[in-house]
Each structure stands twice: as structure tokens, then as C-alpha cells.
């Protein structure tokens, strides 16, 4: 009989844990939590990351239209000038004719 309560007694104190195992258990715990939190942060690194690129792309393509709106309307004003000279040239013109025929220039 003692032997089987000693027996028993042993077999009680294995399923026990000691404050060894309880202490492996804990470090297995905080690294498994450290890990989980560890790999949020990447998720969320990552998140980020994309939605800067996304954002980056978006403020490139804002640029490039921007750049091109400047060309189309450095085009425009470019046009604009030249017709603008060109039509003072031909009004000097007309000037020059009108008081070489005479006519009063304060009409002119």
C-alpha cells in the first residue's frame, strides 16, 4: 500500500509544474505574444507603406498633368504672342500707308 502511495505521490508531483516549466511556459508565452505583435507591426508597416506608394503614384500623375496643362498653355501663350505681333506689324503698316496718303494723323 505504501508503494502504491508513494507511486501515486510521484505520479501527482510529475503532473505538477514546476516553477521551471511554469517559467519555460511564460518565455514560451511572451515570445509567441512578442512574435504575434512583432508580425502586427509588419502588417501594419507594410499598410502603410503601400498607401504611401499609392500616394506617391498619385501625386506623379498629379505632376505629370500638371506639366502637361503647363506645355499645352506655354503653347497657347506662345501662339498669343506671335498673332499679337504679327497683327502690330500689319496695323504699323496700315499706319504708314494711311499718312503717307495723307490723311490727318490725330485721326490716326
Known sequence: ???EQS?????N????????HRNEMSN???AFTIKEQANE?????EAIAKA???EKDAAR???RNAKE?????EDATNQAAVTLETWKGRFEELYELAREAGVDENRL
Open 13 to 20: 508531483d510529475d503532473k505538477k509544474p514546476t516553477s521551471q
Open 69 to 73: 496643362d503647363l506645355e499645352i498653355q
Open 7 to 11: 507511486s501515486e505521490e510521484d505520479s
Open 61 to 63: 500623375a498629379s505632376l
Open 41 to 45: 507591426s509588419a502588417a501594419a508597416a
Open 28 to 30: 514560451s508565452d511572451s
Open 52 to 54: 504611401a506608394r499609392r
Open 1 to 3: 500500500n505504501e508503494i
